[in-house]
């Protein structure tokens, strides 16, 4: 008898046992891929320059890009790229942005893009994202400019929405809010301030991003042929119908 209890529960142990690596195995893994591409504009860049004569904040909506991540562990696996249009830079003042665009500075005829992408995470306050939970993070990345790369330190803030009725409202999916800034010097990429220029413009600049970014998204294809325009037919007036009968 203490034998048959023994070996039953032996057999029970046998089958718990299997029954948690069964479980362990259905572990849900919360890697997560956010696109940033919105089509309403809403994802916004500044570019300022706090120089001592003058403040300058150039702004765009063109930002594009993805964000991927594993909500457990965010140190491990995170990786991000991001694009920016510079050619729809704006800074409120028309004849400062032509001067702004042109070769003298961002050259965006030949380089209309700057791009981000991150390196390493080298500190997070906590290693796990939860539903409306926020992290702090810092990290270095490449940023190129003019077609120059050079690394910048980088500190953003993230916050996860599990989607809902409510996200839904605002994009597909679970939604990552996504604030970062980091300094570059247009030195570093080749930009020369003019001494005439030199108390109007700083060679620091301040690069901030307040964006949204959606597991839901899907980004859009900037190099597809835009869609002909479809023709209407005309329709001759009823009346010049009639006479023609």
Known sequence: MKRFVMGALILSICFAAVGFAQEADTVEVRDAKFVFD????????TFSSHAPLETVIGRTSALYGHLFLNLDSLSEKTEAYFECDLS??????RDRDADMLSDKYLAVDSFPTATFKLLTIKKTDFEVLNNEGQVILSGRGEFNLRGVLDTVNVEATLTYFKENKVTATRLPGDILKLKADFDIRMSNYGIKIPDTAFLMLDDRIHVEINAFG???????DRNAPAAMPVEMPVEEPADKAVKGE
């Open 38 to 45: 919105d089509p309403v504009g809403r994802n916004i860049v």
């Open 88 to 93: 729809t830079l704006a800074t409120g003042v």
């Open 214 to 220: 959606a597991t839901g998204v899907q980004p859009i």
